[in-house]
């Protein structure tokens, strides 16, 4: 059982647009820490896609976008791509920058 | 650029110690700008923190996993290792090691990722 709460799955067709949720609490991400998005491919390591909510790493489309809302946040994908499939986790801390916690992770399927 | 590259058994026997160790190039571990640090995932589930170092030698664990978990630093080598206690069949996992980053203004985050490597606890 995750901390974060995301949803298993979501799905879109080419061209269109999805968002992926991450649920938390007053105790993670209501404290007001920042939420971090990774992109995993199918038998690689996780990479960094979003960071401080909102940022870019250098090289991420900016079709990827994040926010954080209360105790929330959200990754949207604009104009997917097949390549955009991929299982998507958010990440942000519980006690201290010294306790983290992860989503469960979203798989994407572009139809 | 940065790499990490973990190695180890990959098979370790019930009740026995996981050790892996991650080799970093492009960097030093004695850097001020980086925790070193490791996250696992089960076969077809989420991603588990387990804990990090410092170059000061200060380590965080997962308060879950305290009291089997050991991170140490090996600053002649580069290196930095895991060990984890008395294992058991739900700690079969790929283990990554990772970097974990203080962008500017920001929390911190995990930038850089070994490739990681599954270990089976066997019974």
């Known amino acids: 059982q995750s901390v974060l709460t995301q949803p298993p799955s979501v799905s879109g067709a080419p061209g269109q647009g999805v968002t992926i949720s991450c649920t938390g609490s007053s105790s993670n991400i209501g404290t007001g820490y920042d939420v971090n998005w990774y992109q995993q491919f199918p038998g690689t390591a996780p990479k960094l896609l979003i960071y401080?909510?909102?940022q870019r790493p250098s090289g991420v489309p900016d079709r990827f976008s994040g926010s954080r809302s209360g105790t929330s946040a959200s990754l949207a994908i604009a104009g997917l791509q097949t390549e955009d499939e991929a299982d998507y986790y958010c990440?942000?801390?519980?006690?201290?920058?010294?306790?983290?916690?992860f989503g469960g992770g979203t798989k994407l399927t572009v139809l | 650029q940065m790499q990490l590259q973990e190695s180890g058994p990959g098979l370790v026997k019930s009740s026995e110690t996981l050790s892996l160790t991650c080799s970093v190039s492009?960097?030093?571990?004695?850097?001020?700008?980086?925790?070193w640090g490791w996250i696992r995932q089960p076969p077809g589930k989420g991603l588990e923190w387990i804990g990090h170092i410092y170059y000061t030698g200060n380590t965080y664990y997962k308060s879950s996993l305290s009291g089997r978990v050991a991170i140490s630093q090996d600053t002649s080598k580069n290196q930095f290792s895991l060990k984890l206690t008395s294992v058991t069949a739900a700690d079969t996992a790929v283990y990554y090691c990772v970097t974990r980053s203080l962008p500017s203004g920001y929390d911190p985050t995990f930038d850089n990722w070994g490739q990681g490597t599954l270990v089976t606890v066997s019974s």
């Open positions: 990440q942000s801390y519980g006690s201290s920058l010294n306790d983290v916690v």
């Open positions: 401080g909510n909102n």
């Open positions: 492009g960097d030093s571990i004695s850097s001020i700008n980086h925790y």
